[in-house]
């Protein structure tokens, strides 16, 4: 019933950005944390970003300055502005929100970034 659906990803030139928006239905997530992850080929899975119920945010160092993150609870979805987009930043971006009983992922969507 839970769903997270992601879009926003695509292929973008070094320098350039990309909006990416996670849209949560079955339940409002308000009262939770909400992050990023994202995941190269042969790579592990890592957290790119974390938004608090309160609003207070976290980022991995690679993207510090770069990404924000921000969520609008009325539409109960999370965003990540990612700006100054690096050929290393290429990756399935996964949206996720943990409960007390659940953790829930997005789909994945492709982010691509060519030099």
């Known amino acids: 019933q839970v769903q997270l659906v992601e879009s926003g990803g695509g292929l973008v030139q070094a320098g350039g950005s990309l909006r990416l928006s996670c849209a949560a239905s079955?339940?409002?997530?308000?009262?939770?944390?909400m992050g990023w992850y994202r995941q190269a080929p042969g790579k592990q899975r890592e957290l790119v970003a974390r938004?608090?119920?309160?609003?207070?945010?976290n980022y991995a160092d690679s993207v510090k300055g770069r990404f924000t993150i921000s969520r609008d609870n009325a539409k109960n979805t999370v965003y990540l502005q990612m700006n100054s987009l690096k050929p290393e930043d290429t990756a399935v971006y996964y949206c996720?929100?943990?409960?007390?009983?659940?953790?829930?992922w997005g789909q994945g969507t492709q982010v691509t970034v060519s030099s």
């Open positions: 996720n929100v943990g409960t007390v009983f659940s953790n829930y």
């Open positions: 079955g339940r409002t997530f308000s009262n939770y944390a």
């Open positions: 938004i608090t119920n309160g609003g207070t945010t």
